[in-house]
C-alpha cells in the first residue's frame, strides 16, 4: 500500500487521507485531544508512544553520541549529525535534494515526531531541537539556524524586494507573500459568508470574518482552537505572514476583511481586535500598567516600556549601513536612512520649504509661527 500511493482511508474531520488504518487512529487524537501514553516521571501525556519514548530520555543523563569537536553530547544520533554540520559550515542540501537517492521514504524526527520525505530536510529540522544558531545578521546580530532564512532576512535591511507582480507591479522581499498577494488580483472568490454573502478568496479569511459578524470571541493568543497543540505552522495566504496557532491566524485575518467591530465609547473610534481597544481605551482613562523596574517609570504599552529599558541596557540594536549609526528603534533608523539620500518628503505648507524629517519640519513651522507674532 506504501508503494502504491493508494490513500484509503480518510480523516472524517478534515478529509487528510492515510495509507493504514492505524496511522488515521494516530491522526485522529489531533482533534479529539487524546493522549493515552503518560510519562511515569512527570506525568506528562502524549499521543504516541514513540513520542512519549524519545521524551523519556529527557529524564536520562545518558546521552551516548558526542560532537567531535566541542565534546557536547546528544541522546539522539540526529541531533548529534545535525549538530556538527553546523561545526563544519557545511551547507545542508536544498529542500528537495536528498542526500541519498531521492525514494519514496520518510525519515522521522524522534524528538516531536515529524516525518519528513528526505533526509537531509530531517537535518535541517534537527536543528531547531539542537539550538544552534550559526548564520548572524551583520546588521542587527539577529542569529538564525539556517542560511536561507538569514539571506531573507537581510531584505529587511537592504529593502531587497526580488519578487515583482506580473499584473501591478507591486516588489515583494518573499516569494511565498507575492504568491499570496497574486490572488488579490483573481476575480475567484469561491468562499461566502452566509450571513452576508460577501465572498472571499480564503477560507480562513471567510471564517473569520463569520467570527465577527456572530460576535464570538476569538481564543486569546496561545490558546489553540485544537486541544492538542501541534507543531504545525498557519499561513496567512494573502501576506505570508505565519502563526503557530490557527487561533492566531484567524486573528490576523481580520486585517485583511476590513470589519472593526470593536468601538470606543469616548471617541468612537473602531478597530478589529477587543485588545488593539482595550490599550486605546488607556489614552482616556491615563492607565500605565507597565512600570521600568530601573526607574519606576510607567507606561500604558508594555512594548514601549521594552523600547524604553533600553536607555538604561545600552542596547542600540538597529544599525545604519551607511554610517554605522546604532538607534534604540526602527522607526528612529528609518528617518535616519533619509539624511544619507536627496529625498525631502517633508513640506512646509507656508513657503513651500521641503525637509528631511517631520521633527525637522516642526522646527521650521516655528519660525512661522515667531515672525506672525512678531509683526502681528
Same mark, same amino acid.
Given at each position: ?10 480523516? &472524517? ?11 488515521? +487512529? ?93 533526509? &537531509? ?28 532564512? %538569514? ?13 515583482? =507582480? ?12 507575492? /504568491? ?49 497543540? %501541534? ?18 491566524? %484567524? ?48 507606561? /500604558? ?17 538597529? =544599525?545604519?549601513?551607511? =554610517? ?12 535616519? +536612512? ?22 525637522? %519640519? ?15
Amino acid at each position: 500500500m506504501i508503494h502504491t500511493g493508494v490513500k484509503p482511508y480518510c480523516c &472524517s474531520v478534515c478529509g487528510k487521507r492515510f495509507n493504514q488504518t492505524s496511522i488515521l +487512529k494516530v491522526h485522529l487524537r489531533i482533534h479529539t485531544g487524546e493522549r493515552p501514553y503518560s510519562c511515569d516521571v512527570c506525568g506528562k501525556t502524549f499521543n504516541q508512544k514513540s513520542i512519549l519514548n524519545v521524551h523519556k530520555k529527557t529524564h536520562s543523563l545518558e546521552r551516548p553520541y558526542a560532537c567531535d569537536v566541542c565534546g557536547k553530547r546528544f541522546f539522539q544520533k540526529a541531533s548529534m549529525e545535525a549538530h556538527v554540520i553546523w561545526h563544519t559550515g557545511e551547507n545542508l542540501p536544498a529542500p528537495g535534494k536528498c542526500l541519498m537517492f531521492d525514494e519514496p521514504a520518510f525519515y522521522k524526527c524522534e524528538t516531536c515526531g515529524k516525518a519528513f520525505q528526505f533526509r &537531509s530536510r530531517l537535518l535541517r529540522h534537527m536543528i531547531i531541537h539542537t539550538g544552534v544558531k550559526p548564520f548572524s545578521c551583520h546588521v542587527c546580530g539577529k542569529r538564525f539556524n539556517q542560511k536561507s532564512i %538569514l539571506i531573507v532576512h537581510q531584505r529587511i535591511h537592504t529593502g531587497e524586494r526580488p519578487y515583482p =507582480c506580473d499584473v501591478c507591479g507591486k516588489r515583494f522581499n518573499q516569494k511565498s507573500i507575492l /504568491n499570496g498577494h497574486k490572488k488579490t488580483h483573481s476575480l475567484e472568490r469561491p468562499y461566502a459568508c452566509d450571513v452576508c454573502g460577501k465572498r472571499f478568496f480564503q477560507k480562513a479569511s471567510m471564517e473569520a470574518h463569520v467570527i465577527w459578524h456572530t460576535g464570538e470571541n476569538l481564543p486569546a493568543p496561545g490558546k489553540c482552537l485544537i486541544k492538542y497543540k %501541534l507543531r504545525t505552522e498557519y499561513k496567512c495566504e494573502t501576506c505570508g505572514k505565519v502563526f503557530q496557532f490557527r487561533s492566531r491566524l %484567524l486573528r490576523h485575518m481580520i486585517i485583511h476583511t476590513g470589519v472593526k467591530p470593536f468601538s470606543c465609547h469616548v471617541c468612537g473610534k473602531r478597530f478589529n481586535q477587543k485588545s488593539i481597544l482595550i490599550v486605546h481605551q488607556r489614552i482616556h482613562t491615563g492607565e500605565r500598567p507597565y512600570s521600568c523596574d530601573v526607574c519606576g517609570k510607567r507606561f /500604558n504599552q508594555k512594548s514601549i516600556l521594552n523600547v524604553h529599558k533600553r536607555i538604561h541596557t545600552g542596547e542600540r540594536p538597529y =544599525c545604519c549601513e551607511t =554610517c554605522g549609526k546604532t538607534f534604540t528603534q526602527k522607526s528612529i533608523l528609518n528617518g535616519h +536612512k533619509i539624511i544619507h539620500t536627496s529625498e525631502r518628503p517633508y513640506s512646509c505648507k507656508a513657503c513651500g520649504k521641503s525637509l528631511r524629517s517631520h521633527s525637522s %519640519l516642526s522646527v521650521h513651522m516655528k519660525t512661522h509661527f515667531k515672525a506672525a507674532s512678531f509683526f502681528g
